[in-house]
Nanobody, 125 residues
Framework: QVQLVESGGGLVQPGGSLKLSCTASGRTWGDFAVGWFRQTPGNERALVAS????????YYANSAKGRFTISKNNAESTVVLQMNSLKPDDTARYYC??????????????????WGQGTQVTVSS
């Protein structure tokens, strides 16, 4: 089994930055494709960014392009979502998800088998 844990959420002012981290147990990151999703009340979880550990291939939602960066931290064995220039519309609960690295269609939530509990991000002045 695989367990995912997110951290780094909190309250930040518009224009500020926040870094989210995802750690995993049960399998090495090299086996995974990883996605960061976010969800607001009444809505489905929507992809923010995805990353394939082995190849380094990336995908960003239009809302994240130019502001967010997904990357790996080898020293800490984590997947990181660096969020800059945050807007109130970024307020959501953010989830880390993982699936087999050879899985296709990783821009949709249905592709992911493992999920963390989420971490709340609130952007407000």
């Amino acid at each position: 089994q695989v367990q995912l844990v997110e951290s780094g959420g909190g309250l930040v002012q518009p224009g500020g930055s926040l870094k989210l981290s995802c750690t995993a147990s049960g399998r090495t990151w090299g086996d995974f494709a990883v996605g960061w999703f976010r969800q607001t009340p009444g809505n489905e979880r929507a992809l923010v960014a995805s990353f394939r550990w082995r190849s380094g291939s990336l995908y960003y939602a239009n809302s994240a392009k130019g502001r967010f960066t997904i990357s790996k931290n080898n020293a800490e064995s984590t997947v990181v979502l660096q969020m800059n220039s945050l807007k109130p519309d970024d307020t959501a609960r953010y989830y880390c998800a993982a699936t087999r690295d050879d899985r296709s269609g990783i821009t949709i939530s249905a592709a992911y088998k493992y999920w963390g509990q989420g971490t709340q991000v609130t952007v407000s002045s």
